[in-house]
Structure formats: structure tokens, C-alpha cells
């Protein structure tokens, strides 16, 4: 059979790299997959503003690379996701360091050592668009050499990721006195920190965890399970099987707020805040795949009474295909056979969050043992949801008092009620997928006793003030909730 060689052309090939939409922290992220896989222990992270020079460099002192393992770590998909890795490789397509790369810069160097011998390899997009060849340089320019001379240490091993000439910043309007753009380039490093912390917080801890810092500045692990927690609800592991191996599936229930201190709950809240980080959390080699998400379930919104709610899943490596993770290692989608028992566990999951909050919710609204409390009574039943004026409470009792209340009494059972609406009570027990909203006198149609009652009190201090008897009943009328039922103000 004849056939022609259809090589990608390498410009075209570029921009397409460049174009996967990786965001900065998830390409530092993947470079430090490979300095994990080199079974480095300590990793830093260097963000270094010079205006339109400024760089960004990834350095371990990992086991290092010989000159033709760093030539085929620098060739764009040298290894295929079938090729066989060691256990410690978090690497799936041999793009990761190439993408991740030229998605944030015009200018790749990596320079490496096994043993003492330095060797540098440096992509320039330039000279690949201009030349229409995939051109490996040896070594690096006069000043780029000066920066990977700074970022050598005194050990004989390890790898230097420097990008130079970074996309959105190596314009001609981009001076080191820009301030502004200055504060974003070092904000742009912190949420970097905030992402790995998430990202390889497992790699973090333990008697082999690896020490990462991103500008001089150690990075902390961010659990999201709140794992030591003595308050959080841990639901029975399962292990379900797939492809020969077996998905490890736990899920926790965070505390509610009030059993945490303010810097639990503000830490607990994440990079992304409560609502983003409700779900699941997808591990493949301990390293974070996906963070917080209802992976396509349908009917799984976020919505704040499940932000309680997360779930980690440790996928086998070997089973990439079937989870489709992608080139970034940032989104999955998960296998046709597990699909029905991972929406069985999110379902419990959810429930179990929505009943701490919600008991949360109607302890704050109720009485919590103390009918003097609060002002407002919540209440689900019959698929409603009520909101009632604690007629317990003092104040209200003072403004009941027969013969007449004190004007200052009313005043401030009107500013109470006005500071205790209870919103965060009615959030959790509202049910969005049914029709379960407070109808005011039991909903539209013919008034009832107290509604009449009401509207009775309203029309006499309509008629005190200045209004004829018809003039007030008309007001009624388009009164809410009077506008919505029968009484004697329709006749």
C-alpha cells in the first residue's frame, strides 16, 4: 500500500501546544510531576520579576538526566501512554513538560546533571517558526546561562526548568518600574503556591515528603478532608473494580462552622472557596487530578448545603484511558462501569452534608434548647418550608402585652426581627428542585381567619390615617400577600 508522510508542520504544531489552556499554576504544577518522578526531595519554585525579562524557573535536585534522556524528554511526545513507567512517574503522554512549557513562554531551558556534567538544551519559538524545523539548541544565550549559573547548587545532581520570555509579559509596554503589573506577576506566584499545596499536598507529609517552595517561601499542604479533624464524618471506604485493579472511593463531612476556630473554616474553605471545592476529588499516584467537582452526575449542582461535602477517589495509574485524563492531568471522565455507584456515593454524600447543615440551620433559627433565643422559628414539613416570629421571645411578648405595648418595645422588636432574618436557615432546608417556598397564609385563594385578622388591623390604621373605608380596601388590594387572596377587601 502506497501512503505520503504527513509530518506536523512545527509552527502549526506550536501554537497548538500553546493552546491547550493550561493556566500558570497548572504548568508549574506539571513540571514539578517530573521532578517528583526523579524522586527529588527538594523542589523550588523561583518566580524573579526584571519587567519584560522576567522568568520563572522550576529547580530539583532529583536523580537528574543523561544527555539523550534529556534530548527525549525535550522531544515533543517522545513516549507514547502506553510506554512502561516506573510506580513514581506522573507523567502519561510525554507532552506535559513541552505544553506546560510553551503555553507560558517563548523560550524553554533545561539544564541537568547525573554525576558533576552539566548539559543544557533550550527551545526558541522563534527559531522554530522561522526555521519550519524542530531545532534543539546546545546550550542557552549569554544571559540565559547567567540565570541557570544563579539557580546551580553546590549538589552534582538535579534539573533546572527556566522559562524566559513569558507570554504577556514580554511586551515592549512591560518596564521594572511597573508597579502594577509587578503586583500581578508576585499574585500570579501566590496563587501558584495555593494550587500546589492543593495539588501534591499527599507528597507533603509523611517520613518521605518532598520539601517545595515556591520564591523561598515553604509550601503547606492543603487537605481537604480536614483528615485530622475530630469532627469530620468519614462514610465507609469502598473499593470498586475496574480493569483488573480496584478505585478507591471515601468520602468525608466536613464540620459545620460553628466547630471550627475562623482560621479552620477560612483554611478549610480552599483555594477555590466552599461552593468550588464541594465534590469530588480525583487522585491518580497520590497527585491531584481534579478538585472539586460532581463529575457530569446529572442533577448535581453546587449549591451551598452540600458544601460540606467531599470525596476523594484514588484512581489506579493503569487506568488513565479509562478515566480520560487529559494532556494537563486536570479534568477526567469517569468510566461507564463506576458511574452508577460513584452517583450512588455523591447522593449519600450530599445528604449527609445537607443534614449537618440543615440541623445546623434550624438550631440557629430555632431554640436550641432555649425558647428565649431567637426571634424566628424555621421549619420543614410537608415538603414546605415555614418561617414564624418566635412568639416565646421577650420582646415579642412585651409588644403582645394586653393593654397596649411601650412604642420603644415595638421599635425594637421591629429592629430585631429586621437584624435576624433567617437567611443562612431558609438556605439550607430550601429544597431548589421542588416547590417547596413559604406561601404567606398558607398560599393564594380564600383568606383564612389570621389573614383576615391581619388585613383587619391593616385597613382600621389605613382608615386611623387619613384614608375612606374604599380608598383603604383598594390599597388592600394590591397588597402583597392581600393581592393574592379573597377577602372582604375584593367585595
Same mark, same amino acid.
Given at each position: 500500500m502506497t501512503y505520503d508522510i504527513a509530518a506536523p508542520e512545527p509552527a502549526g504544531m506550536v501554537a497548538s501546544l500553546s493552546s491547550l489552556g493550561y493556566s500558570l499554576?497548572?504548568?508549574?504544577?506539571?513540571?514539578?510531576?517530573?521532578?517528583v518522578s526523579a524522586d527529588a526531595r527538594n523542589i523550588d519554585v523561583e518566580?524573579?520579576?526584571?519587567?519584560?525579562?522576567?522568568?520563572?524557573?522550576?529547580?530539583?535536585?532529583?536523580?537528574?538526566?543523561?544527555?539523550?534522556?534529556?534530548?527525549?524528554?525535550m522531544t515533543v511526545a517522545a513516549r507514547g501512554p502506553a510506554t512502561s513507567r516506573a510506580s513514581t512517574d506522573l507523567g502519561r503522554f510525554g507532552v506535559g513538560l513541552k505544553s506546560a512549557s510553551f503555553s507560558q513562554s517563548r523560550q524553554l531551558s533545561v539544564a541537568t546533571a547525573t554525576a558533576g556534567d552539566w548539559h543544557i538544551r533550550t527551545w526558541d519559538l522563534d527559531v522554530v517558526e522561522e526555521t519550519g524545523e524542530w531545532r534543539l539548541l546546545h546550550g542557552a544565550d549569554v544571559d540565559t546561562t547567567t540565570v541557570l549559573d544563579r539557580l546551580r547548587s553546590a549538589t552534582d545532581h538535579g534539573t533546572i526548568v527556566l522559562w524566559r520570555r513569558?507570554?504577556?509579559?514580554?511586551?515592549?509596554?512591560? *518596564?521594572?518600574?511597573?508597579?502594577?503589573?509587578?503586583?500581578?506577576?508576585?499574585?500570579?506566584?501566590?496563587?501558584?503556591?495555593s494550587h500546589l499545596a492543593m495539588v501534591f499536598a499527599r507528597f507533603l507529609t509523611g517520613s518521605h515528603r518532598r520539601n517545595l517552595r515556591v520564591s523561598g517561601s515553604a509550601v503547606e499542604p492543603w487537605d481537604p478532608f480536614m483528615s485530622n479533624h475530630p469532627s469530620v464524618q468519614r462514610l465507609p471506604t469502598e473499593n470498586l473494580p475496574l480493569a483488573g485493579g480496584s478505585t478507591r472511593v471515601e468520602a468525608f463531612i466536613l464540620p459545620s462552622a460553628h466547630r471550627l476556630t475562623p482560621e479552620e473554616y477560612e483554611a478549610a474553605a480552599g483555594p477555590q472557596g466552599w461552593l468550588d471545592q464541594q465534590g469530588f476529588y480525583?487522585?491518580? +499516584?497520590?497527585?491531584?487530578?481534579?478538585?472539586?467537582?460532581?463529575?457530569?452526575?446529572?442533577?448535581?449542582?453546587?449549591?451551598?448545603?452540600?458544601?460540606?461535602?467531599?470525596?476523594?477517589?484514588?484512581?489506579?495509574?493503569?487506568?488513565?484511558?479509562?478515566?480520560?485524563?487529559?494532556? +494537563?492531568?486536570?479534568?477526567?471522565?469517569?468510566?461507564?462501569?463506576?458511574?452508577?455507584?460513584?452517583n450512588r456515593i455523591a +447522593?449519600?454524600?450530599?445528604?449527609?452534608?445537607?443534614?449537618?447543615? +440543615?440541623?445546623?440551620?434550624?438550631?440557629?433559627?430555632?431554640?436550641?434548647?432555649?425558647?428565649?433565643?431567637y426571634a424566628w422559628n424555621v421549619r420543614r414539613s410537608d415538603g414546605r418550608v415555614t418561617c414564624r416570629i418566635n412568639r416565646s421571645h421577650p420582646l415579642v411578648q412585651a409588644a403582645l402585652r394586653p393593654g397596649g405595648s411601650n412604642t420603644e418595645d415595638v421599635r425594637a422588636l421591629v429592629r430585631l426581627l429586621e437584624e435576624t432574618v433567617p437567611v443562612a436557615a431558609l438556605r439550607v432546608m430550601h429544597e431548589t428542585d421542588t416547590s417547596d417556598d413559604p406561601e404567606p397564609f398558607g398560599g393564594p385563594g380564600p383568606?383564612?381567619?389570621a389573614a383576615t385578622e391581619v388585613a383587619q388591623r391593616i385597613y382600621e390604621s389605613l382608615v386611623t390615617g387619613g384614608r375612606s373605608p374604599a380608598a383603604?380596601?383598594? *390599597?388592600?388590594?394590591?397588597?402583597?400577600?392581600?393581592?393574592?387572596?379573597?377577602?372582604f377587601w375584593n367585595r
Open positions: 499554576p497548572a504548568a508549574v504544577a506539571d513540571l514539578i510531576d517530573n521532578s518566580f524573579t520579576w526584571a519587567g519584560r525579562d522576567s522568568w520563572i524557573a522550576v529547580v530539583d535536585d532529583g536523580r537528574g538526566m543523561s544527555i539523550q534522556e534529556l534530548v527525549t524528554a513569558l507570554n504577556g509579559y514580554h511586551v515592549d509596554d512591560v *518596564r521594572e518600574d511597573d508597579e502594577r503589573t509587578q503586583r500581578q506577576f508576585y499574585a500570579e506566584a501566590a496563587r501558584t503556591e480525583v487522585y491518580r +499516584r497520590n497527585r491531584l487530578i481534579l478538585a472539586g467537582d460532581w463529575l457530569g452526575h446529572r442533577g448535581m449542582r453546587r449549591e451551598e448545603k452540600y458544601n460540606l461535602a467531599r470525596i476523594a477517589v484514588d484512581i489506579p495509574a493503569g487506568t488513565d484511558a479509562e478515566w480520560s485524563v487529559d494532556v +494537563r492531568k486536570s479534568s477526567v471522565v469517569p468510566p461507564v462501569a463506576l458511574r452508577q455507584h460513584l +447522593r449519600q454524600a450530599r445528604a449527609s452534608a445537607a443534614d449537618v447543615l +440543615r440541623h445546623r440551620g434550624q438550631v440557629a433559627a430555632r431554640t436550641h434548647g432555649d425558647p428565649l433565643s383568606a383564612g381567619e383603604a380596601r383598594e *390599597r388592600l388590594r394590591t397588597m402583597p400577600p392581600f393581592d393574592q387572596l379573597q377577602g
